[in-house]
């Protein structure tokens, strides 16, 4: 009798344990759900930013006295301020009737400057590669004669940290919305046009982004200039694929 009351005391304990071990096991899966779904709820609808870190935070356009910047985990040379081609302000006449578009074709990694119905200039450029470059129809809101630009992952590659981004303009649309800090910019920290380099945005060599940004709206008026009702900024049409390489 002894014996079977002991068994039964002792089976009561293992099943008493394996209870509570039981709603411990569900309590944890609970929470693992519960916090999925806040984070799922948290996150709907947002997109990751072109400009992954810094996400377009200084709209200063001012330049930065920083002589080198990291790329894919290397150290690269800045863009070095220059007081001619450099200045903060290059103001554009353009005719009233003047129609201006920017075309930037990823199968070819090619931009097209149209005004008038009339090819303007047209020039390699670099889409991305490490995150796609958006599709659709867009507008310049913004253009900042310098930025900074970070993003990219450390641990497989591909971070990024670059001061003094020339000749920079921000698009959007309704998809896209400002925030997400996709733009067209010169970039001094490759010379590979003509194939996908960038984590998004749309590179372009400085010469050329130079002379994009002097011709596209709004007119620019010092270091940072805002597309307004009276200074509108050009519209941009991105479309085709980017290719694998």
């Known amino acids: 009798m002894?014996?079977?009351?002991?068994?039964?005391?002792?089976?009561?304990?293992?099943?008493?344990?394996?209870?509570?071990?039981?709603?411990?096991?569900?309590?944890?899966?609970?929470?693992?759900?519960?916090?999925?779904?806040?984070?799922?709820?948290?996150?709907?609808?947002?997109?990751?930013?072109?400009?992954?870190?810094?996400?377009?935070k200084d709209l200063s356009g001012k330049y930065e006295n920083e002589k080198e910047g990291v790329f894919m985990g290397k150290k690269v040379e800045s863009v070095r301020f220059a007081t001619s081609s450099l200045s903060p302000k290059s103001v554009l006449g353009e005719s009233a009737n003047s129609t201006k578009h920017i075309y930037v074709d990823l199968s070819t990694q090619h931009l097209y400057a149209n005004e008038n119905g009339k090819v303007v200039f047209d020039f390699p450029v670099s889409t991305g590669k490490w995150y796609k470059t958006p599709t659709g129809d867009f507008r310049i809101w913004i253009k900042l004669r310098y930025a900074r630009m970070s993003g990219g992952n450390a641990a497989i590659g591909t971070y990024y940290n670059l001061p003094n981004v020339p000749f920079?303009?921000?698009?959007?649309?309704?998809?896209?919305?400002?925030?997400?800090?996709?733009?067209?910019?010169?970039?001094?920290?490759?010379?590979?046009?003509?194939?996908?380099?960038?984590?998004?945005?749309?590179?372009?060599?400085?010469?050329?982004?130079?002379?994009?940004?002097?011709?596209?709206?709004?007119?620019?008026?010092?270091?940072?200039?805002?597309?307004?009702?009276?200074?509108?900024?050009?519209?941009?049409?991105?479309?085709?694929?980017?290719?694998?390489?």
């Not at 099943?15 to 709907?44: D, W, Y």
């Open 168 to 245: 920079t303009m921000f698009f959007y649309n309704d998809k896209f919305p400002k925030h997400i800090g996709y733009g067209l910019h010169g970039a001094y920290w490759h010379d590979n046009f003509g194939h996908p380099m960038s984590h998004g945005c749309v590179n372009i060599s400085i010469e050329n982004a130079e002379m994009l940004y002097s011709w596209a709206g709004p007119t620019s008026d010092g270091y940072t200039t805002y597309a307004t009702d009276d200074n509108l900024g050009t519209p941009l049409t991105i479309y085709g694929e980017t290719p694998k390489e």
């Open 2 to 56: 002894l014996k079977k009351k002991a068994t039964k005391r002792l089976i009561k304990k293992r099943l008493a344990s394996q209870g509570f071990e039981f709603s411990i096991i569900v309590f944890s899966l609970s929470c693992v759900l519960i916090f999925s779904a806040l984070f799922l709820f948290l996150t709907a609808g947002k997109k990751p930013c072109a400009n992954s870190i810094t996400c377009i």
